[in-house]
């Protein structure tokens, strides 16, 4: 099978987000953050919400990538791009030469999903949760006022 060019891939990416990727999030109770991003996000109460990003990185045959990242509405919003922690969790990537593979590599991207992503964003759904977590990375310039913010919260 021919490889991809990069608007094929594109193409074809989107067809697979909207129809295999954005149901599952739905199912558990994520939302588009708007109608055309590839951002998903589930607001979780008390100002915390959960943004998973894709992107994607051009490094050897090229993959999408995935980042789960941790907002509160007193520290930042997404739209500035100031997060509260980003989780170090090992993500999923998806990736394929063609259509094949990459229709083959989401399959195995929503197993993952299933028994490793979704079960560690529901163990880290509060404030309190997150705070007594280690794999999540701070950004050192808030580092503190994160910090300070999550046992404010965690109470």
Known sequence: MQEFSTKERKREFDKIFKEKMVPLFENHGFARHTKSSKRIFKALGEGLSVFIFFEYKSFGYGFYDMSIVYFDEEIGDVYDDIYLVMAQAKCPVISGKNAEELNRSVEAWKMD?????????????????????????????????????????AT
Do not use: V
Not at 118 to 123: D, K, N, T, V
């Open 113 to 153: 999903m299933q028994t490793d992503i979704f079960p560690f964003i529901e163990a880290h759904t509060t404030h309190k949760a997150i705070l007594n977590a280690t794999h999540f990375y701070f950004s050192k310039g808030r580092e503190e006022q994160c910090r300070e913010l999550l046992m404010r919260k």
